[in-house]
């Protein structure tokens, strides 16, 4: 743990796109980190205030390259903001100059080199650093996120999966297959790039599910999932665009594998004790319903249960923001628990 009033000089790479941009302004509040580099190649000299009003007054900073040879002297810590592949290649030359990395992109989420080649369609950049890597979830990984030197964070649909299921799943309560998942996200989870499914005439008084009947985002749901539980996991996962700018609300349906009764019983115990200490979970009881009006903005996460005892299943829900909880956020989250920081420290609950 570090003496009180130390900082820790950190860098975004990435810092143009919505992530990045939301890391930015947490970082610049935090009380003990100190932004002292962003990078973003469509924007290198340019004042970030400059390109970004919001941040007019609040930072000085100049975007740059994103050269880990010339930041990596400069900081103790990076957050990567960058598409899957260029990340890793990044990810290994911070990490091998003993920078510690928090990786938002897919390319160490997945243990398995096979399965990520698989699902991203690409080889692996980085392969020797996928058993050092700790998923970036504290719910589930806080010891070793303590000692963590290259952070995956979560996604932000797994994210809000995993938080609404696990709980139920690791107490044994329903079947680990087959499991349905249906996600609504908003707008901002595709990204800041143009691209026409995401124009406002094409979202505005939309709601569509794509991504079936395979998104990348599902084995790493599988894959944590089935850690919880020890059994392996099978899920059929739908996503869909809604017209709002940020936010994600979960539905997971899991076949009940004891009687109604011991389910009503222990499913209420269960979520309590498993995020009674949690600050970034918010229990809300059997019955429950989830609503991103109420997270948005926040690193909080909503989950609600109920049982569905007419055809023998679990409902477990959530809400999270995409871009807090779901991303910049939590990666901030596990910043705070691997430098000894309050772990809520920079981080809206509000």
């Known amino acids: 743990m570090l003496e009180p009033g130390v900082s820790i000089k950190v860098g975004v790479v990435g810092a143009s796109g919505y992530a990045g941009q939301e890391l930015v302004a947490l970082l610049l509040r935090h009380p003990r980190a100190e932004l002292v580099a962003v990078t973003s190649r469509q924007y290198a000299g340019q004042r970030v205030a400059k390109v970004f009003p919001r941040f007019e007054g609040r930072t000085d900073l100049l975007f740059s390259e994103p050269d880990p040879d010339q930041l990596s002297g400069q900081v103790q810590a990076v957050f990567l903001a960058l598409p899957h592949k260029a990340a890793a290649e990044i990810a290994a030359a911070f990490h091998a100059r003993g920078v510690v990395?928090?990786?938002?992109?897919?390319?160490?989420?997945?243990?398995?080199?096979?399965?990520?080649?698989?699902?991203?369609?690409?080889?692996h950049p980085a392969p020797e650093l996928l058993a050092e890597a700790v998923y970036g979830l504290p719910e589930r990984y806080r010891a070793d996120l303590r000692v963590a030197q290259l952070v995956a964070c979560p996604g932000c649909y797994p994210t809000s999966v995993i938080l609404a299921a696990a709980p139920a799943l690791a107490a044994g309560?329903?079947?680990?297959?087959?499991?349905?998942?249906?996600?609504?996200?908003?707008?901002?989870?595709?990204?800041?790039?143009?691209?026409?499914?995401?124009?406002?005439?094409?979202?505005?008084?939309?709601?569509?599910?794509?991504?079936?009947?395979?998104?990348?985002?599902?084995?790493?749901?599988?894959?944590?999932?089935?850690?919880?539980c020890g059994l392996e996991v099978r899920a059929s996962f739908t996503p869909h665009l809604v017209p709002v700018n940020r936010g994600i609300v979960t539905n997971v349906q899991m076949?009940?594998?004891?009687?109604?009764?011991?389910?009503?019983?222990?499913?209420?115990?269960?979520?309590?004790?498993?995020?009674?200490?949690?600050?970034?979970?918010?229990?809300?009881?059997?019955?429950?319903?989830?609503?991103?009006?109420?997270?948005?903005?926040?690193?909080?996460?909503?989950?609600?249960?109920?049982?569905?005892?007419?055809?023998?299943?679990?409902?477990?829900?959530?809400?999270?923001?995409?871009?807090?909880?779901?991303?910049?956020?939590?990666?901030?989250?596990?910043?705070?628990?691997?430098?000894?920081?309050?772990?809520?420290?920079?981080?809206?609950?509000?």
């Open 101 to 123: 990395v928090y990786d938002l992109s897919a390319d160490f989420r997945l243990r398995s080199r096979a399965l990520y080649e698989a699902t991203y369609q690409t080889e």
């Open 255 to 350: 076949p009940l594998r004891v009687p109604v009764s011991e389910a009503k019983a222990r499913l209420p115990e269960v979520y309590a004790e498993a995020y009674a200490r949690e600050p970034f979970v918010r229990w809300l009881g059997m019955g429950g319903m989830p609503d991103t009006k109420l997270v948005v903005g926040t690193n909080l996460c909503e989950v609600g249960v109920h049982v569905d005892e007419r055809v023998g299943m679990v409902w477990a829900g959530s809400a999270i923001d995409n871009l807090v909880k779901g991303a910049s956020g939590q990666a901030l989250q596990a910043f705070n628990i691997r430098f000894g920081f309050v772990e809520t420290e920079g981080l809206p609950l509000l």
């Open 173 to 228: 309560i329903v079947e680990p297959a087959p499991i349905l998942i249906n996600s609504l996200s908003g707008v901002s989870g595709a990204g800041r790039k143009a691209v026409e499914t995401s124009l406002f005439c094409e979202c505005n008084e939309s709601v569509r599910a794509y991504g079936r009947p395979f998104h990348r985002h599902l084995p790493e749901m599988e894959q944590e999932l089935s850690a919880a």
